[in-house]
Structure formats: structure tokens, C-alpha cells
């Protein structure tokens, strides 16, 4: 178990935004849709149903990475876990590393309009290291 003080910023950033993330997702998945009109992944296009509740799933995902990685105060989860497993599918699923990396700008955009300063800050060490992470240079050697 993490042993993080009850009062501590990291703590009041990710209860602040784990009750928002599902509208945080939504509001991604509309942003990203939009700038990649007509992409087809292998299950359909980006606003087929199917597609968008895998992706609002995903986003959310990527949001509670985002805050285990605060709590941890450590990147090595989406290393060890998240990293491998979007290597391994979103190819076979005809998904672009730039629409992750869309996603990812987004998701910290939104988190910038819906958080407070403070909050935000708490995220964006992590949100950067995954931008990094996720880079669609990284990707090709991936």
C-alpha cells in the first residue's frame, strides 16, 4: 500500500479528478473524432459505437495511469503495464500512434480547464513523461 499523507496535493488532485475523468474521456474522444474525421480502426470508425466506448474506456484508462503514477510518484506502471499492452494492440487494431498522441494532448487540455492550477500540476510531470513515451518516434522503433 502507498503511504501518502491524507492531506497532501497528489491525494487532492487525483480525488478531484477520478469523479470528472468520465467526462474528461467524452469530452476527448469528441475532440479527437473531430480531428481525424472518416479514421477507421479495425472494429469501424471513431464514432461507431463500438469504437467509442473502447476508446472512452481507453481514455479513462489512460486518466487512472495518470493518477497511480502521482500517487507513486513514479512512471514505472505504465512502463511495466500500459506501454507493452498499447504496443502489442493498437497496431492490430489499426490504431495510429498519433491518435494516442492526440488523446494525450487533449487529456491534458481538458484536465487544464477542469482542474485547478495546483491540481493540474500534479499530473503534468507524468503527463509529459507519457507524451514522451507514447511519441510516434518511439513507436517506430517499438
Excluded at 487532492?12 to 473524432?33: D, E, F, G
Excluded at 507493452?84 to 494525450?104: I, T
Aim: proline letters at 6%; one cysteine or more.
Amino acid at each position: 500500500l502507498l503511504a501518502i499523507p491524507y492531506y497532501s496535493p497528489t491525494l487532492t488532485a487525483v480525488q478531484n479528478l477520478l469523479p470528472i475523468s468520465t467526462r474528461i474521456a467524452h469530452a476527448v474522444h469528441k475532440q479527437v473524432s473531430r480531428q481525424h474525421t472518416g479514421y477507421t480502426t479495425h472494429n469501424g470508425t471513431l464514432t461507431s459505437p463500438l469504437v467509442k466506448t473502447s476508446s472512452i474506456r481507453d481514455i479513462e484508462m489512460f486518466q487512472v495511469y495518470l493518477c497511480l503514477c502521482a500517487l507513486e510518484d513514479s512512471i514505472q506502471s505504465v512502463q511495466q503495464e500500459l506501454f507493452p499492452l498499447c504496443v502489442m494492440l493498437y497496431p492490430r487494431l489499426h490504431v495510429k500512434w498519433q491518435l494516442v498522441q492526440d488523446m494525450l494532448q487533449a487529456i491534458g487540455w481538458e484536465m487544464h480547464d477542469r482542474l485547478s492550477p495546483n491540481d493540474v500540476a500534479a499530473f503534468l510531470p507524468y503527463l509529459r513523461s507519457l507524451t514522451e513515451m507514447f511519441s510516434c518516434d518511439v513507436f517506430q522503433t517499438a
